[in-house]
């Protein structure tokens, strides 16, 4: 009996021992499930080690676990070498059945688009990044950028135009910029072109878009032609044939000397690809192309035979003048006018300087500058209201002007011919403040009459009338008038900046009622009238050159601002204007509208701004 008992004792200990052992084992599953399903991993890759310098890296940073669904889109910081085009997102689930309980684990990635600046060997570096309350950091990858692409040339549509071999995409898709001179002097002005060359089919560029605008300095330029929509004519270039889009056309005028750049242009292209089976409808690559730096040697003007009164002209001009009158009377004023045409520095240049004649007064001339569509040539012209002081015959001096031509590499002096002015007596005496003193006559003969009676007017002033004191209240009140008035009419004709900031608003007044003319009819030419209405209007406000680039102006904006937003909206509706460009049929009535509405609010914005 005692036996037995052992017996069954034993059985029932080993039966707990084992109910203990399933239920410990359990936990522990429950538990390393739980602790897995709440861990987040984190690993960085690229799509290729090597790239061209026209190609796109893609930078992904993949995020797995239960919770990764969660996680906000990573502020990564700046990458040396790389500039950060922009990030998407993706995410995908899995499921798994462990000990018949089901659980899932979610992937979420972040793909970072990153364009090389330049070729060489480069590593992005370690980055360190926060996902629910945890601090993780990725390895460093090490890439090889190269000139040109290294993909391989996409097949399109239509492909070339012509049989040969094809070639690198180098080869057959890119930006040249093209300058009429490279050796030049200080002050002459010289035209760069950016065009797009292409050996595709022209309906194989789906669309166009400005990734960064070339930088100009120690230049003064002007757009004279900027593309507004994709078209494309025949060209013939290093004896091949190519379909070509000029992009921009500027005016460049050096104002140092040196060896001086003109920055590349980047252009984002989007090329159709040929569809690989019938259900297949085909889809689109974009590349980044642009155009390679210029260097232009600029020289200092010549210090021999340098002409006494030069101002500055550089170019070819012509020199004429005129009259409005040759016969007049005393008192009377006529206008006198100079008229300088050609191709050069127009406004880079002050006006010939006049010399003083005595019994004429010249006022401050009137200036105009009128240049042609070239942006290189056109007529200023200066005129000078003359008011005559005195009775006789006069002459107006030849009017002595000059210049430095480029292409002759000599100073040219020109003038003007002389004019005989002829000032009779009229009905009033002209007195100077010089007083002539042939104007005043002493009336009688050889003994001037004696007058035997004299009445001497009371002159006495009555310090207690009205009329005294308020004149004397209104010449002290005139005096800061005057002197405001007077310190304005010097700063705007001193001060080029100051004139520009003034006239800020009668330009942006200007664009805007073509813009407000342009969206009442549902145009597209409402975007090219907001863009240059917007930049012409922000450049003169912060006193840089017109033509900026959008970077600059935004940059600009950016130091004189305290409120991002307004930069950020003035980034929108320039890239929007960008686009119009390309592609004119992407925008509706309804779209011209809402973004005529957006810039409203943009200059609302800007007024109540102080920049």
Known sequence: MLT????VNTGKQGNVNMIRNIIITVLLLVLTTMLLANDIVVESYVDKTKIGLQDQLKFTIEFSGEKAGEIATPDIPEIDNFRNMGVSSSSSSSYSIINGKMTSKIRKSFNYTLQPNRTGNFIIPPITLKAKDKTFTTQPISIKVVDGTTEPLPQTSRQFTRDDSPGKLEDNLFVLAEVDKKNIFKGEPITVEF??????????INDLSFSSEPVFNGFWNEVSFRAKRIGFSSATLNEQRYHKMPLIRLVLIPTRTGTLEISSLEMLVDVRIQSRSFFDFGSTKRYSIKSKPIYINVKELPYENHPNGFSGAVGQYTLSSSTSDTELKVGDSFTYTLNIKGIGNLKQFEVPALPEINNL?????????????DKKSGTKTIKYLVIAQEKGVFKIPPIIFSYFDPYQKKYIIKQTREYTLDVQEGDMTYISSSAAQSSVEREGADIGFIITEIKLKDNTIYFAEFG?????????????????????????S???NYQRQ?????????????????????????????????SSYLADKLKIPRGSSTDQLLTEVQKRTDSPDISEKISTLLEKCDQSRFMPGGFSRENIENDFNFLKEIIADISKTKI
Request: net charge positive; no cysteine; proline share 3%.
């Open 195 to 204: 065009s797009l060359y292409t050996r595709y089919d022209p309906y194989d």
């Open 468 to 492: 005294y004191w308020l004149f004397w209240l209104a010449f002290i009140l005139l005096l800061p008038v005057s002197y405001i008035y007077a310190n304005e009419r010097q700063k705007l």
């Open 4 to 7: 037995k008992q052992n017996v």
């Open 494 to 496: 001193g001060n080029l």
């Open 361 to 373: 007064r010249f006022l401050d001339p009137e200036i105009s500058t009128k240049i042609n569509e």
């Open 502 to 534: 003034k006239q800020a608003n009668k330009i942006l007044r200007k664009y805007m009622k073509a813009a407000t003319a342009h969206a009442g009819k549902g145009q597209i030419e409402f975007y090219s009238a907001a863009q240059l209405g917007l």
